[in-house]
Structures are given as structure tokens and as C-alpha cells.
């Protein structure tokens, strides 16, 4: 049986090439695991991927775990404040261990410093009609009936529907 011979021909994969570049600027800063980084909202999940991003990981000297800086805005941070625990054990399971041993969040306009600039990406508001309950539909008819002109009747019940289906607050 014939060897099988490399079919790229002395071409290397540009992930192979830029492996140890990525894993030295990231250990750099502090993430030795770049996984962390690349699949942050894999990690903890979209809604906090879109609130908070990782800064840097920075250990003690002599002690044991590490702290990990996260960035946010201002009005988010004492969401994330309550959700600490949790960010860290999702973290930890990245690493394998705990090698986190204290998330520090700190904040930052959305527009930010010129290298953390805080830009997250926000999931878009959901803009589909909810459906009108039997009632207000019933309700809208009796009030757009009087009117005359079809257009404007339909007009009318589409907004008297919408209004009686707000939820009163």
C-alpha cells in the first residue's frame, strides 16, 4: 500500500500559522486559555456576552486564582455585580479548574477608552404584533362601527385594539 501523500503541497494552514502569535498576546494579557476570548458568548451565554466582555486575567504573586476583569457600562454593572458567582463558575469550567478566583467589573461609557472601547452588540427589540384577545377585538369592532368610511374604520379598530390590549400599569 502507497504512503498517502499531503495534498497541500507545502502549504501551511494560516490557523497553524498564527497559533502561537494568538496564544502569546493573549497570555499576554492574561488569558492563557484564548478560548475564553474567541468563544465568550459561547461561555456565558448571549445575554451577558452583549452586557460585558473580558479585559484581562491577572494573577497574584503567591496566591492562589486569578482575577478577571470585565468590562460594562455603567447601567449594567450591578446586574452583573449579582451574577459574579455565576460568570466565575462558567469561567472556571472553561479553564478546567479554578483558576478564577474573583470577577472585578469595571465600567466605561459605550463609547469608551480608545483600547476597551465598550461597543456591545444589542440583541434587536422584538417588533412582532402580539395577538389581541377576543375581547378587545370585540370591543374595537363596537367603537369603529359608527363610522362610515371603510379605510377609516379599519384605522380606527386597529388602534382601538391596540390600545385596549396595553397592559394597564
Given at each position: 500500500?502507497?504512503?498517502?501523500?499531503?495534498?497541500?503541497?507545502?502549504?501551511?494552514r494560516?490557523?497553524?500559522?498564527?497559533?502561537d502569535r494568538?496564544k502569546s498576546?493573549?497570555?499576554?494579557?492574561?488569558?492563557?486559555?484564548?478560548?475564553?476570548?474567541t468563544?465568550?458568548?459561547?461561555?456565558?451565554?448571549?445575554?451577558?456576552a452583549?452586557?460585558?466582555?473580558?479585559?484581562?486575567?491577572?494573577y497574584?504573586?503567591?496566591?492562589?486564582g486569578?482575577?478577571?476583569?470585565?468590562l460594562t457600562?455603567?447601567?449594567?454593572?450591578?446586574?452583573?455585580?449579582?451574577?459574579?458567582?455565576?460568570?466565575?463558575?462558567?469561567?472556571?469550567?472553561?479553564?478546567?479548574?479554578?483558576?478564577?478566583?474573583?470577577?472585578?467589573l469595571?465600567?466605561?461609557?459605550?463609547?469608551?477608552?480608545?483600547?476597551?472601547?465598550?461597543?456591545?452588540?444589542?440583541?434587536?427589540?422584538?417588533?412582532?404584533?402580539?395577538?389581541?384577545?377576543?375581547?378587545?377585538?370585540?370591543?374595537?369592532?363596537?367603537?369603529?362601527?359608527?363610522?362610515?368610511?371603510?379605510?377609516?374604520?379599519?384605522?380606527?379598530?386597529?388602534?382601538?385594539?391596540?390600545v385596549?390590549?396595553?397592559?394597564?400599569?
Amino acid at each position: 500500500m502507497a504512503a498517502r501523500r499531503a495534498t497541500t503541497r507545502g502549504f501551511t494552514r494560516s490557523a497553524t500559522l498564527l497559533q502561537d502569535r494568538i496564544k502569546s498576546a493573549s497570555s499576554s494579557r492574561g488569558f492563557e486559555q484564548s478560548r475564553l476570548l474567541t468563544q465568550w458568548a459561547e461561555t456565558v451565554g448571549e445575554d451577558t456576552a452583549a452586557i460585558a466582555r473580558p479585559v484581562k486575567v491577572s494573577y497574584t504573586r503567591g496566591g492562589f486564582g486569578a482575577t478577571l476583569t470585565l468590562l460594562t457600562t455603567g447601567p449594567n454593572a450591578p446586574m452583573l455585580e449579582m451574577q459574579k458567582e455565576k460568570l466565575r463558575e462558567k469561567v472556571n469550567a472553561v479553564y478546567g479548574y479554578n483558576a478564577i478566583s474573583r470577577i472585578v467589573l469595571t465600567q466605561t461609557a459605550p463609547t469608551g477608552f480608545s483600547e476597551g472601547q465598550a461597543s456591545f452588540a444589542h440583541k434587536p427589540k422584538d417588533y412582532t404584533p402580539k395577538p389581541h384577545s377576543p375581547e378587545a377585538v370585540a370591543e374595537a369592532a363596537r367603537i369603529a362601527a359608527p363610522v362610515g368610511d371603510d379605510g377609516l374604520r379599519a384605522a380606527l379598530e386597529a388602534l382601538a385594539k391596540n390600545v385596549l390590549s396595553k397592559p394597564k400599569s
